[in-house]
């Protein structure tokens, strides 16, 4: 059905286009998933390969994304629709889309809510442990509740008023709280070799795993795969530059994901602790890290403040992916839209929450896995995030590239890109057409297999 452009709204300024769609990817990637896999993989190696994904892969493909929703105007399933048509299979991609970034709310705002409890956690929990906090469900259910009803209120505010005002007051916050943080962890004794660590490339530690991992990494962080640079997108003005706008949203999600490192390794090496914690490093480990230092429980309470915000800039991004297709596609109002994927959001995320000791039958999946689980994960919240967060986002990013690159045309998305462009020359829109028609998909098939079989490539 016709959406006029004032239900769907448009970004008010590039600046705010930039801080909300580099919110989008300034999330829990960056703070808590970027440090445990840059300190299992080596440090300084991880970082400089990731790097070199992001610019070389993920930004081309971003700019994909972008080029795809502006075209349209029109969320992940209307912009593939607009191009083929209401009958293709193709929709069926973008309605993954929608029902990823419902999926990945869900239980990505169970992790957020850890983050707000945990900056809360000496008056509401002083004594718990992370294991007994996040088995607690009066605990757990009541900050996932208080984590979507923030995001909610941002969302249901619209682009500009909302998502794009927020998103101007949250930003500058968390660059704020992540300098202070820095400030406390690279001034501790010891703390040149974390510095060293996280910089310093050891290319020993260099495999096609580590290569996997980080082409992966570069896409979660920049919201690729899910439909959210589509939804974001298809809010910009034609005459909005996406290869300058993008390449900004890219700085800032780099820079971010620098800082994050800044603040977490110093500290850790200079407490004598292990970078190769994997996943629990924020929530287990850094709590007793920051215990040891001088003024640990402020900067504990920074921290845990930051990620949260962080979290909240991401989870708008996820939940606009599924409003705007009800907006869109329905009659719903953007009002109803935002209150009925909210509940049902929060009716999703029990299982996630209820998952870490709460309740067996969500904390033991064994009965429908195998005493293996997936890949080693047996609890309702890790099977999601694998099944949708990690190997199904690296399925819809295949299948979009090829989308964009075959079947709209990379050079029909060429033009698209080349409106409102200042910057782009005739060598470059040739060169982002090579690597979309032939190295992306490859790029991210690689991904996809890596994911998928969970095997050496």
Excluded: H
């Excluded at 990817?25 to 992001?54: D, K, Q, T």
């Excluded at 502006?70 to 009958?87: D, E, Y």
């Excluded at 599924?322 to 329905?330: A, H, I, K, R, W």
């Amino acid at each position: 059905m016709e959406t006029t452009s004032l239900q769907r709204g448009q970004w008010g300024s590039r600046i705010g286009f930039i801080l909300a769609a580099a919110g989008s990817a300034i999330g829990l990637g960056n703070i808590w998933r970027f440090p445990y896999l840059a300190g299992e993989g080596g440090g300084g190696a991880f970082v400089l390969i990731y790097l070199v994904c992001v610019v070389a892969i993920g930004m081309p493909y971003l700019f994909a994304e972008l080029s795809l929703g502006r075209k349209s105007q029109r969320n992940p399933v209307g912009a593939i629709m607009a191009i083929t048509g209401p009958k293709s299979m193709w929709i069926a991609v973008g309605a993954f889309c929608v029902l990823a970034g419902f999926i990945i709310l869900s239980y990505y705002s169970v992790i957020a809510g850890w983050a707000v409890g945990y900056a809360v956690k000496d008056v509401i929990a002083p004594t718990m442990g992370f294991e007994e906090f996040a088995a607690s469900p009066g605990i757990v259910i009541g900050l996932l509740a208080v984590f979507l009803l923030l995001t909610l209120v941002v969302v249901v505010g619209g682009i500009e008023q909302g998502i794009e005002r927020w998103s101007k007051i949250l930003l500058p916050i968390l660059f704020v709280l992540m300098v202070l943080v820095i400030v406390r962890s690279v001034t501790l004794e010891g703390a040149a070799e974390g510095i060293a660590f996280f910089l310093i490339p050891d290319f020993s530690q260099v495999s096609l795993d580590l290569i996997i991992v980080a082409l992966g990494q570069a896409f979660f962080t920049l919201s690729l795969g899910m439909g959210a640079m589509i939804t974001y997108g298809s809010y910009l003005s034609k005459r909005e530059d996406i290869a300058i706008s993008g390449g900004y949203v890219v700085i800032f999600n780099t820079a971010i994901a620098f800082m994050a490192g800044f603040m977490i390794f110093p500290a850790i090496f200079a407490m004598g602790v292990d970078p190769a914690t994997g996943p629990a490093l924020v929530f287990v480990i850094l709590p007793e890290v920051f215990a040891q230092m001088p003024l640990g429980g402020l900067v504990s309470f920074t921290f845990f403040v930051l990620l949260s915000i962080a979290a909240l800039t991401s989870s708008i991004s996820l939940l606009e992916v599924v409003v705007s297709y009800f907006v869109d596609e329905t009659s719903w109002s953007r009002k109803k839209s935002v209150l009925i994927i909210g509940g049902l959001t929060f009716l999703m995320a029990i299982p996630s929450a209820l998952s870490q000791g709460a309740v067996d039958i969500f904390s033991d999946m064994s009965f429908l896995f195998g005493e293996g689980g997936i890949l080693g994960q047996n609890d309702f919240l890790s099977i999601l995030d694998y099944l949708v967060g990690s190997a199904g986002l690296a399925i819809g990013a295949f299948f979009l590239s090829v989308f964009i690159a075959w079947i709209w045309g990379a050079s029909e998305a060429a033009e698209e890109l080349k409106q409102g462009s200042t910057i782009l020359t005739r060598g470059m829109i040739t060169t982002w057409v090579f690597m979309m028609k032939w190295i992306i998909p490859l790029v991210v098939a690689v991904i996809v297999i890596g994911n998928v079989l969970g095997v050496d490539v």
